[in-house]
T-cell receptor, first 116, second 111 residues
């Protein structure tokens, strides 16, 4: 069964450093998402991406964040200068709506980011 | 904006007990409603969904009915198993749009 994969599973970084979180969505999907979950809190939407551009973003997704689909398979989230409060589990998801009906968003296993 | 409210956990039940996890929502328009499950160390998996009022979603013995009049989507299972121990998230969303999640409810089932 196709699945969304994410690397690394755990990333530890120093405050102020740049990190890139990587995701490989399901190959025939068209919409891609990043969510995050701070420990003990709810899963929060960060950004959605379609047709090589951002389609929606939350207030969390400020200028420190960027997304890219560099090669038609990977989907990356970059944080330019990490802060302590960026420590969270980051989930990638993808879906492929067809005919206007909702299709399931498939989630990856997550990358745990720890900022020291 | 849209929001989802779930009952606080953890919920601890004995095997074969009846489960209810409450979920209510606030939304503009007519969103679809979902229950996702997160097993320890894993990502989020869709458990069930309902796309319009009065729809009932069901999977693996779990059920939830989309109640527009009470803006609710409560998750139920008649007889839980130890293997159901996980965190359950209620969520709402539209076609290709973001999902808005509740805070999650941890279920612990004991023998």
């Amino acid at each position: 069964e196709p699945e969304v994969t994410q690397t690394p599973s755990h990333q530890v970084t120093q405050m102020g450093q740049e990190v890139i979180l990587r995701c490989v969505p399901i190959s025939n999907h068209l919409y891609f998402y990043w969510y995050r979950q701070i420990l003990g809190q709810k899963v929060e939407f960060l950004v959605s991406f379609y047709n090589n551009e951002i389609s929606e973003k939350s207030e969390i997704f400020d200028d420190q964040f960027s997304v890219e689909r560099p090669d038609g398979s990977n989907f990356t989230l970059k944080i330019r200068s990490t802060k302590l409060e960026d420590s969270a589990m980051y989930f990638c998801a993808s879906t492929s709506p067809a005919g206007g009906s909702y299709n399931e968003q498939f989630f990856g296993p997550g990358t745990r980011l720890t900022v020291l | 904006g849209d929001s989802v409210t779930q009952m606080e956990g953890p919920v601890t039940l004995s095997e074969e007990a009846f489960l209810t996890i409450n979920c209510t929502y606030t939304a503009t328009g007519y969103p679809s409603l979902f229950w996702y499950v997160q097993y320890p160390g894993e990502g989020l998996q869709l458990l069930l969904k309902a796309t319009k009022a009065d729809d009932k979603g069901s999977n693996k013995g779990f059920e939830a009915t989309y109640r527009k009049e009470t803006t609710s989507f409560h998750l139920e299972k008649g007889s839980v198993q130890v293997s159901d121990s996980a965190v359950y998230f209620c969520a709402l969303g539209g076609t290709a749009s973001k999902l808005t999640f509740g805070t999650g409810t941890r279920l612990q089932v004991t023998l």
